[in-house]
């Protein structure tokens, strides 16, 4: 028969059984960074959580005790002679019944104890599970911003972050787990210590016996973990699946070319494998772990009988059977819970190795320690020197041999085809990206000398694939600057550079109106005001160096060539990198680069270019022959 998936998951843990517990179960080592993070969320609500589980652990043993010595009460009286019934008041001013009473009325104040506990521990723990997921996302998205741009494009990084990001609300049961495993291991050494005044060796018995079926569950926890990590890719694309064909963005496209019937298809059958291996898992799961609980189903009944033997016997009391016979059950239970709960602890701590694995991975581009201050103003402006890039995993160079100079106040335009390294070489200016070889330098200071985000915030950049965010009219225009978000002044002045008052304007809401249709209420933009919207960003940023990158493909030519001509006018004194595949827009620029294969084939103003009769003027020709 054909190995499936199952038989390859299935095998590791079975040679992993035969390694050393530690090196088994060396996951369990996260979790005094997760409760290092729970604690740090709400100290308060951590130490009341632990003294609720401690006051708890020791309620059943106290009560079960108590029942002993009620029946052993009732016995003794059922052993005095009466020659009438006792009336109420005679029972009452009876030292041995008022005894009794009292037996009975402390077991009904454990009893609403351990009910409060109870219901004290799950509000608690409910508010620190909450406090901790919400802290744990803050520091995913923080960490994740702090990531380098390399490290999102990479998908076996995508993989590693949607694990992570699984995780952060999907461990926060964990908390509540370990803390009933530490509240469940407090009561068996309370029940230990008790039962071991009468027969110890039993409790070896039934402990024994229970071993078998935590080797069992270790075996398929880890299992299921390894399965879980090897659907990552599966289940990425299922997500995607399912946003694709049930979302406002895709709707248009997938009704048009009638794809609802494909993406379904696609994603049954994705779904098909993921429940076919999980119910495999499952049944061989169940089947074993019902064989092992059925031992340790006999182990008890054999300790049962020994105790009854001993109680017939003379050797306990009718109290002491019921006490023995409960701890009894109550210690299977518990040993059984704490060897099963301790490998589903162990596996579901594999998760947080996603989590906090993902928190050690460390950006590759960073400030420097001691950063050198920014220019200002800037007045060299940029410089490549003999610079060249390789995408990671890619052995094709983007860009080499770059040498060339974007100077201060001064237009810049980037010409040539799909793949010459127009945007990689924006990407590099920016530092999204740093260089595989040679240097780029700012006034005369290499790019990493200075700190990122005061370069960064010196840079304007509005990108082709600009994101449309589900914000108001307002906040998009505001993310450019997002710490003036409170200047309506300074809003209202980049809209109306941008050209996006006009359309703001026309919103029912203004600047307070929502955009997109993710959320009620919000209005959808066409592609062209949405871009208006997106350059306005661009001067929100009030930066030094302003670059757009085909951010008004959109647009027809007329209101292109609009748009760039007033951005012409409002970035003087300002270094401009404009990308556009229209030349009556190119043309525009004080001095134009020509790439081909990553390299700079020609520069020259437009008509320097036109002059050479090279690849511009061939560019240029092919172009404006569609217009005639």
Same mark, same amino acid.
């Given at each position: 028969?054909?190995?499936?998936? =199952?038989?390859?998951?299935?095998?590791?843990?079975?040679?992993?059984?035969?390694?050393?517990?530690?090196?088994?179960?060396?996951?369990?080592?996260?979790?005094?960074? =997760?409760?290092?993070?729970?604690?740090?969320?709400?100290?308060?609500?951590?130490?009341?959580?632990?003294?609720?589980?401690?006051?708890?652990?020791?309620?059943?043993? !106290?009560?079960?005790?108590?029942?002993?010595?009620?029946?052993?009460?009732?016995?003794?009286?059922?052993?005095?002679?009466?020659?009438?019934?006792?009336?109420?008041?005679?029972?009452?001013?009876?030292?041995?019944?008022?005894?009794?009473?009292?037996?009975?009325?402390?077991?009904?104040?454990?009893?609403?104890?351990?009910?409060?506990?109870?219901?004290?521990?799950?509000?608690?723990?409910?508010?620190?599970?909450?406090?901790?997921?919400?802290?744990?996302?803050?520091?995913?998205?923080?960490?994740? %911003?702090?990531?380098?741009?390399?490290?999102?494009?990479?998908? %076996?990084?995508?993989?590693?972050?949607?694990?992570?990001?699984?995780?952060?609300?999907?461990?926060?049961?964990?908390?509540?787990?370990?803390?009933?495993?530490?509240?469940?291991?407090?009561?068996?050494?309370?029940?230990?210590?008790?039962?071991?005044?009468?027969?110890?060796?039993?409790?070896?018995?039934?402990?024994?016996?229970?071993?078998?079926?935590?080797? +069992?569950?270790?075996?398929?926890?880890?299992?299921?973990?390894?399965? !879980?990590?090897?659907?990552?890719?599966?289940?990425?694309?299922?997500?995607?699946?399912?946003?694709?064909?049930?979302?406002?963005?895709?709707?248009?496209?997938?009704?048009?070319?009638?794809? +609802?019937?494909? *993406?379904?298809?696609?994603?049954?059958?994705?779904?098909?494998?993921?429940?076919?291996?999980?119910?495999?898992?499952?049944?061989?799961?169940?089947?074993?772990?019902?064989?092992?609980?059925?031992?340790?189903?006999?182990?008890?009944?054999?300790?049962?009988?020994? *105790?009854?033997?001993?109680?017939?016997?003379?050797?306990?009391? *009718?109290?002491?059977?019921?006490?023995? !016979?409960?701890?009894?059950?109550?210690?299977?239970?518990?040993?059984?819970?704490?060897?099963?709960?301790?490998? #589903?602890?162990?596996?579901?701590?594999?998760? =947080?190795?996603?989590?906090?694995?993902?928190?050690?991975?460390?950006?590759?581009?960073?400030?420097?320690? $001691?950063?050198?201050?920014?220019?200002?103003?800037?007045?060299?402006?940029?410089?490549?020197?003999?610079?060249?890039?390789?995408?990671?995993?890619?052995?094709?160079?983007?860009?080499?041999?770059?040498?060339?100079?974007?100077?201060?106040?001064?237009?810049?335009?980037?010409?040539?085809?799909?793949?010459?390294?127009?945007?990689?070489?924006?990407?590099?200016?920016?530092?999204?990206?740093?260089?595989?070889?040679?240097?780029?330098?700012?006034?005369?200071?290499?790019?990493?000398?200075?700190?990122?985000?005061?370069?960064?915030?010196?840079?304007?950049?509005?990108?082709?694939?600009?994101?449309?965010?589900?914000?108001?009219?307002?906040?998009?225009?505001?993310?450019? $600057?997002?710490?003036?978000?409170?200047?309506?002044?300074?809003?209202?002045?980049?809209?109306?550079?941008?050209?996006?008052?006009?359309?703001?304007?026309?919103?029912?809401?203004?600047?307070? #109106?929502? =955009?997109?249709?993710?959320?009620?209420?919000?209005?959808?933009?066409?592609?062209? #005001?949405?871009?208006?919207?997106?350059?306005?960003?661009?001067?929100?940023?009030?930066?030094?160096?302003?670059?757009?990158?085909?951010?008004?493909?959109?647009?027809?030519?007329?209101?292109?060539?609009?748009?760039?001509? $007033?951005?012409?006018?409002?970035?003087?004194?300002?270094?401009?990198?404009? *990308?556009?595949?229209?030349?009556?827009?190119?043309?525009?620029?004080?001095?134009?680069?020509?790439?081909?294969?990553?390299?700079?084939?020609?520069?020259?103003?437009?008509?320097?270019?036109?002059? $050479?009769?090279?690849?511009?003027?061939?560019?240029?020709?092919?172009?404006?022959?569609?217009?005639?």
């Amino acid at each position: 028969m054909p190995t499936t998936r =199952l038989d390859t998951v299935l095998a590791a843990p079975v040679a992993a059984a035969r390694r050393h517990l530690a090196e088994r179960f060396g996951s369990v080592r996260y979790l005094p960074a =997760l409760f290092a993070q729970v604690r740090a969320a709400s100290p308060r609500l951590f130490a009341a959580s632990l003294a609720l589980r401690l006051v708890g652990a020791g309620l059943p043993v !106290a009560t079960l005790w108590l029942a002993k010595l009620i029946l052993d009460a009732i016995v003794a009286e059922h052993a005095r002679p009466r020659a009438t019934p006792m009336s109420l008041d005679a029972w009452l001013s009876d030292p041995h019944l008022s005894r009794l009473a009292a037996l009975v009325a402390a077991e009904l104040a454990l009893a609403i104890l351990a009910d409060l506990i109870g219901r004290l521990s799950t509000l608690v723990d409910g508010l620190l599970g909450d406090l901790y997921s919400n802290a744990a996302s803050l520091r995913l998205m923080r960490h994740a %911003a702090a990531l380098d741009l390399a490290q999102f494009e990479d998908s %076996a990084q995508q993989d590693r972050l949607e694990r992570a990001r699984r995780q952060v609300t999907g461990r926060t049961s964990l908390i509540g787990q370990v803390f009933g495993q530490g509240q469940a291991l407090v009561t068996l050494l309370s029940f230990a210590a008790g039962v071991a005044v009468y027969t110890p060796w039993l409790i070896v018995l039934i402990a024994a016996a229970l071993i078998p079926a935590f080797l +069992n569950e270790a075996h398929f926890t880890r299992a299921g973990y390894r399965l !879980a990590w090897m659907r990552t890719p599966e289940r990425r694309r299922i997500d995607y699946l399912r946003y694709l064909g049930a979302s406002v963005e895709s709707a248009k496209e997938v009704k048009l070319f009638g794809l +609802n019937g494909y *993406i379904t298809d696609l994603y049954a059958g994705l779904a098909d494998k993921v429940v076919a291996d999980n119910r495999a898992l499952a049944i061989r799961r169940a089947g074993w772990g019902g064989a092992f609980a059925a031992l340790g189903t006999l182990a008890y009944y054999a300790a049962y009988a020994v *105790i009854v033997w001993r109680t017939v016997a003379g050797g306990f009391s *009718i109290g002491d059977l019921a006490f023995l !016979a409960g701890a009894f059950q109550r210690l299977r239970g518990l040993i059984e819970g704490l060897l099963i709960g301790f490998t #589903q602890i162990a596996g579901q701590s594999q998760y =947080l190795e996603d989590l906090f694995s993902f928190f050690a991975i460390e950006p590759s581009i960073h400030s420097p320690d $001691r950063p050198v201050p920014m220019p200002a103003p800037i007045r060299q402006g940029l410089t490549f020197e003999d610079v060249g890039f390789r995408y990671p995993g890619s052995e094709a160079w983007a860009v080499r041999h770059l040498s060339f100079t974007l100077a201060a106040g001064e237009t810049l335009a980037l010409v040539g085809e799909n793949g010459a390294g127009k945007t990689t070489i924006v990407k590099l200016m920016t530092r999204l990206y740093d260089p595989t070889e040679g240097r780029i330098l700012l006034d005369g200071l290499p790019l990493p000398a200075y700190d990122l985000d005061a370069l960064r915030a010196r840079i304007g950049a509005i990108f082709q694939d600009f994101v449309r965010f589900d914000l108001t009219a307002g906040e998009n225009v505001a993310v450019g $600057r997002i710490e003036a978000r409170d200047d309506s002044e300074r809003i209202g002045r980049a809209a109306v550079r941008g050209l996006a008052d006009a359309v703001i304007a026309r919103l029912p809401g203004g600047y307070d #109106q929502p =955009l997109g249709k993710r959320f009620d209420g919000g209005v959808d933009l066409s592609g062209g #005001q949405w871009q208006k919207i997106a350059l306005s960003r661009a001067y929100m940023r009030d930066a030094e160096i302003l670059i757009l990158d085909e951010p008004t493909a959109a647009l027809d030519a007329r209101a292109e060539y609009d748009v760039f001509r $007033r951005f012409r006018d409002l970035s003087a004194g300002r270094a401009a990198v404009l *990308i556009s595949h229209r030349f009556s827009t190119v043309r525009m620029a004080d001095r134009i680069l020509v790439l081909e294969d990553g390299k700079v084939l020609e520069a020259g103003t437009h008509d320097a270019l036109l002059a $050479r009769r090279g690849r511009y003027a061939e560019l240029f020709e092919l172009q404006a022959a569609g217009y005639r």
